[in-house]
């Protein structure tokens, strides 16, 4: 059961331009969310975070906007460079677990 | 040292061999998770280390599959008899406490060990 479902797979953006990438859970007993950001034979690495007592978190130019009552929750790179091409993988966690749980990841590419 | 150690980095292995992997963690880091990553698909928990306690085995995919930790220290994740499906990359992470306690923000990840079963 994909408990975090994220889109899309890919995408491609051109420098300068917004990249969005979406996420929508399920369990309502997740109370974090953080993004990864890999690069090619990388581990992940945190990107930013946020909890569900806010709407949005951001971090230079990398914003993550919550909506609870939906159940999703979103990245926003604003003014994209060549340097984010990554694969980004939004996680949730709780439930009364101690484990994160992954999106299937979005390869991101962006073109000069 | 610095950050979560893998290796071997690269393995290829033949059908029905048995392979581990290492993962040496965060000196101090108490907690200890084991992930694979299949291409193009995210990441799949396969079992947690805390300290002393009982390892949360829940993710783990078959029999075949199998880790163990010294204390608070290397972990070694042992695959029995492996076959093509098992081709994945495995990630190891460490943190300082507890998810739960600690959040999620320091949990470190290393590079993977890429596994190529033929």
């Known amino acids: 059961q994909q408990q975090v479902k994220q889109s899309p797979q890919s995408l491609i953006v051109q420098k300068g331009g917004i990249s969005i990438i979406n996420c929508a859970y399920e369990?309502?007993?997740?109370?974090?969310f953080p993004w990864y950001q890999q690069f090619p034979g990388k581990g992940p690495a945190l990107l930013i975070a946020i909890r569900p007592d806010v709407s949005e978190k951001k971090e230079g130019r990398f914003t993550i906007s919550f909506n609870k009552s939906a159940k999703q929750f979103s990245l926003h790179i604003m003014d994209s460079q060549p340097g984010d091409s990554a694969t980004y993988f939004c996680?949730?966690?709780?439930?009364?677990?101690?484990?994160?749980?992954f999106g299937t990841g979005t390869q991101l590419k962006v073109e000069l | 040292g610095a950050g979560v150690s893998q290796s071997p980095s690269n393995k290829v292995t033949e059908k029905g061999k048995d392979v581990e992997l290492r993962c040496d963690p965060i000196?101090?880091?108490?907690?200890l998770y084991w992930y694979r990553q299949r291409l193009g698909q995210g990441l799949e928990f396969l079992i947690y280390f805390q300290g002393n306690s009982a390892p949360d085995k829940s993710g783990l995919p078959s029999d075949r599959f199998s880790a163990e930790r010294t204390g608070e220290s290397v972990s070694t994740l042992t695959i029995q008899r492996t076959q093509q499906e098992d081709s994945a990359v495995y990630l190891c992470?460490?943190?300082?406490?507890?998810?739960?306690?600690?959040?999620?923000?320091?949990?470190?990840f290393g590079a993977g060990s890429r596994l190529t079963v033929l």
């Open positions: 992470a460490s943190s300082l406490r507890n998810l739960k306690l600690s959040g999620a923000n320091v949990l470190t």
């Open positions: 000196s101090g880091h108490t907690a």
């Open positions: 996680a949730a966690l709780g439930g009364g677990g101690n484990k994160l749980t």
């Open positions: 369990n309502t007993a997740f109370d974090y």
